[in-house]
Nanobody
Framework: QVQLVESGGGLVQAGGSLRLYCAAS????????MGWFRQAAGKEREFVAG????????DYTESVKGRFTISSDRATNMVYLQMNSLKPEDTALYYC???????????????RGQGTQVTVSS
């Protein structure tokens, strides 16, 4: 079992930055790739970014490339999402997830957290 708790969301103006945090716990955490998803009101969930177990591979959805950066610290069981140049269309509930990297990229996961709200005003 893996438990994931997100924080760091909030309200920011367009062009601003936020850093999201995901604290992971559980015996099998270290065996999973980690990722971030988002779900805007009335829309389906969307894969945002993923990072392999070793941290050597990352993947991003096209709309956030060059603006968002995913990173992880396995020693402290933390996963981060640095979000720069935020746009109103980035507004969504963001949640951390664990699974295989290909699985995450396909929009699926094994575990997920409750999420943290990000709102970008224009």
């Amino acid at each position: 079992q893996v438990q994931l708790v997100e924080s760091g969301g909030g309200l920011v103006q367009a062009g601003g930055s936020l850093r999201l945090y995901c604290a992971a716990s559980g015996r099998t955490f270290s065996s999973y790739a980690m990722g971030w998803f988002r779900q805007a009101a009335g829309k389906e969930r969307e894969f945002v970014a993923g990072i392999s177990w070793s941290g050597s591979s990352t993947d991003y959805t096209e709309s956030v490339k060059g603006r968002f950066t995913i990173s992880s610290d396995r020693a402290t069981n933390m996963v981060y999402l640095q979000m720069n140049s935020l746009k109103p269309e980035d507004t969504a509930l963001y949640y951390c997830a664990a699974g295989g990297l290909t699985q995450l990229r396909s929009g699926d996961y094994v575990y997920r957290g409750q999420g943290t709200q990000v709102t970008v005003s224009s």
